[in-house]
């Protein structure tokens, strides 16, 4: 194992995931931290995903910690806190109490922060985070209902959420590229500032700070600082060129898609997926009970699964949501939904489908945890984001494609499966 990273949450893990792999690293995610003594998986690069990002910060830190602990045991050479690019937290934390946990037990002294992402409009300027042409706290986030982020200026953003003090690599020395950087962030060390906020506004930039960071025992930022690492591993041998970095081995069995995202782009895809594939509405409005829910799709299900993937949703028209949430209130609404999705999702693997996608952030993480799912190696992308994954844990070997809502275009459900034509073990 190069690289050992920490996400804290499960859809910025994927997120990290296929950026390495896009680097050349093989790549396995792990939910949660695994138990000390648990074998590491055979890969370049391993993401351990938690969900510490709005947890009570002393669970986020013992999590990573743990997490840490099992990654320094697989003999990880560098480390890697990866965080959102909205630099998602609240003055309590979690990104700089979990850091300073981060930099006290690896006793790096000092850590680099650079939530940047450029590819998805995140740019950091003089160290005020932008959102596509907007500061962070005019671009909605300042509204966000657990970590709403009303300040932009993260050297002050994190000098509140630590003990240490936080210095800036600004914008001019990260345009003189990876040497000024270097020289800038061991100045900062040596004054004695713990961490680092380091601008970048271009992919170029972000390559020059992971190339400035070759050495350091710990990085943090979003998934786009990641962007220069793997070359660092190449450059010094230790990561060997390969023919494809995101080979998965075949899974035989039968397909199907699960959707509980209701959003604007799933709703479409399913549109466009209905004209192909056989699909079933689920009808939680008639009848909200997930054991009825559930029997009613197997039993559809059962004469269908087959050769060509089905698909069953939940997804529905914001009127009929806000109908269901108005009977339910919206927790028990949702809950409902993944509940009964969860349990479609064990019914159909017992009765033999292998490759599933599943559109949803909070619908996969429903259905990840009720199969059992402890890793997930990751795959070709079907979509930028969304990559095929080999699912190992508890029950059979799963191919799972993982699908936040928004993400993927139209044809998102057809090309998934098109990809996995030549499958067949
Ligand atoms: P996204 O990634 O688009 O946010 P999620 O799966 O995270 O999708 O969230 C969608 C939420 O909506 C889930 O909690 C799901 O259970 C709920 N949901 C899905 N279908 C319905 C429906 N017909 N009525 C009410 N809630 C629904």
């Not at 050992?4 to 499960?10: N, S, V």
């Amino acid at each position: 194992m190069l690289l050992g990273a920490i996400a804290d949450d499960f859809t910025g893990a994927t997120d990290l995931c296929s950026m390495l792999v896009r680097g050349g690293m093989r790549t396995v995610q792990l939910i949660g931290a695994p138990n000390p003594g648990d074998p590491a998986p055979d890969a370049d690069a391993v993401v351990v995903a938690l969900k510490s990002r709005t947890a009570p910060t002393r669970q986020a830190i013992d999590e990573s910690l743990a997490a840490l602990h099992w990654l320094r045991a697989g003999g990880a050479r560098q480390y890697f806190f990866k965080y959102c690019s909205t630099f998602d937290s609240t003055d309590q934390g979690n990104i700089g109490p979990v850091a300073d946990a981060l930099v006290e037990a690896i006793g790096s002294g000092f850590a680099l922060a650079c939530p940047a992402f450029p590819t998805n409009a995140r740019t950091v300027y003089q160290g005020h985070l932008f959102v596509g042409g907007v500061l962070l706290n005019e671009s909605g986030m300042e509204k966000h209902p657990l970590t709403p982020m009303t300040d932009a200026n993260l050297v002050r953003v994190l000098s509140r959420q630590t003990t240490g003090a936080v210095g800036l690599v600004n914008f001019a020395t990260v345009e003189q590229g990876a040497q000024a950087i270097r020289r800038a962030m061991t100045a900062l060390k040596e004054q004695g500032r713990r961490y680092a906020i380091v601008d970048a506004i271009t992919d170029a930039h972000l390559v020059a700070i992971g190339e400035a960071a070759e050495h350091h025992a710990l990085i943090t930022g979003g998934s786009g600082v990641a962007m220069g690492l793997p070359g660092n591993f190449r450059r010094s041998g230790l990561l060997s060129e390969r023919t494809d970095p995101a080979a998965l081995p075949s899974v035989a069995g039968a397909s199907a898609i699960l959707a509980g995202s209701c959003s604007r782009a799933t709703l479409a895809q399913l549109g466009v997926a209905r004209g192909h594939l056989q699909v079933l509405d689920l009808e939680p409005l008639q009848t909200p009970d997930a054991a009825v829910l559930i029997k009613a799709a197997l039993d559809w299900a059962e004469s269908r699964i087959g050769s060509a993937p089905i698909a069953i949703a939940a997804s529905a028209s914001p009127e009929k949501v806000s109908a269901l949430q108005a009977r339910l209130g919206r927790d028990a609404a949702g809950a409902l939904i993944e509940e009964a999705l969860a349990g479609i999702a064990e019914g159909l693997v017992a009765r033999g489908v292998r490759r599933m996608v599943v559109a949803g952030g909070e619908t996969s993480g429903a259905v990840v945890s009720r199969l059992g799912v402890k890793s997930l190696r990751i795959g070709p992308e079907i979509d930028p984001g969304v990559p095929w994954t080999l699912a190992e844990g508890m029950g059979p070997t799963l191919k799972l494609a993982l699908k936040s809502g928004n993400f993927g275009a139209a044809d998102f459900f057809l090309k998934a499966f098109q990809m996995l034509e030549h499958d067949h073990a």
